[in-house]
């Protein structure tokens, strides 16, 4: 029933937008050209290259897991009414292909992931959390400048400089975080997470990735009590110092583990999304930051 409610509301919202097209462009009064970016972190790095030229829709809030999503009508809306639509890619929004084409769309589609050299997780999959290694955040900065210009011919110039300006923010805030992590003695440079979305860090910061409570880079699926087990042993043998569960993920397991295994808990780093605005982690970069702080001081 609620279902259908729904079903509903989103036909009369695409009815809407359609009639809306046949009056006027894809342009808002504004002028601005209209981005939907599937998530907090994709759309903070559209807003630094945009600058005022775009308004920036995220369909993923802040602090909302980026795997298992139902797509809302407002969401739809969004889409049927955008210019650019960009995307990680990698696996990592499933739900992405089917609300696109549900919303009757003309925009261009982009994936910010193009060019990146692609890590396997422990476990032998892709792992789609390409953005916590700073250096394909400039990748993602360069793709999205791209995307602009596609859709905004006007624009390339300015987008082309604040992607470069942006990507010099980037290179600074990396600088930083080597500072912290360096800190880290070689022995302990060990890192446990709720799900694999850290390899790309780790690579990037010479740290080992000796296994995730969710032995998958999709935080969806669930671990058996033998995967439990073992990496319980793992992390005894392995003598890792802690472990750290990522802000959209229920810590209970990571709990039992740390429980279990007796290694302290840090409950704080930002994995698939940015934290609203008041935290530590309300942009890309802060995110960066705040996560290899986090890290450094758990583990030295
Ligand atoms: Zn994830």
């Known amino acids: 029933m609620k279902r259908r409610c729904l079903m509903v509301i989103l036909m009369l919202l695409l009815l809407l937008a359609a009639c809306g097209d046949s009056t006027a ?21 559209a807003k630094n290259v945009a600058g005022d030229r ?35 890619g990698l696996g990592l929004e499933a739900w992405l292909d089917k609300t696109v ?37 400039k990748i993602m900065a360069d793709n999205i400048a791209k995307g ?8 390339k110039a300015t987008y082309e400089a604040n992607a470069a300006s942006y990507k010099t923010q980037i290179d600074d805030t990396s600088r930083q975080m080597k500072g912290l992590l360096d800190a880290i003695p070689a022995e302990r440079r060990k890192l446990v997470t709720n799900h694999e979305a850290f390899t790309y860090f780790a690579a990037q910061f010479n740290l080992k990735i000796v296994g995730s409570i969710i032995p998958s880079f999709d935080s969806a699926s669930e671990p058996s009590a033998q995967a439990l087990t073992e990496l319980v042993k793992r992390i005894k043998a392995e003598k890792v110092p802690a472990i750290f569960t990522e802000t ?13 295994a007796g290694v302290k808990i840090f409950s704080n780093l930002y994995g698939d999304a940015l934290g609203d605005a008041s ?20 583990l030295k």
């Open 54 to 88: 775009a308004e920036i829709y995220a369909i993923l809030k802040p602090g909302r897991d980026a795997h298992d999503y139902e797509p809302t009508a407002e969401d739809s809306k969004a889409l049927a009414v955008a210019q650019l639509v960009l995307s990680n």
């Open 279 to 298: 935290s530590d982690g309300s942009t890309y970069l802060k995110m960066l930051l705040s996560n290899a702080r986090n890290i450094a001081n758990g």
């Open 25 to 45: 462009t894809n342009s808002s009064a504004s002028g601005k050209i209209k981005v939907v970016a599937t998530n907090s972190v994709i759309a903070d790095m």
């Open 101 to 137: 084409q549900s919303s009757g769309t003309k925009a261009s589609l982009a994936a910010v992931s193009e060019g990146v050299n692609l890590l396997k997780t422990v476990q032998g999959e892709t792992d789609p959390h390409i953005w916590h290694g700073p250096d394909n955040g």
């Open 248 to 260: 959209t993920i229920n810590p209970k397991l990571a709990e039992q583990i740390s429980k279990e």
């Open 148 to 155: 602009l210009a596609k859709v905004d011919a006007a624009g």
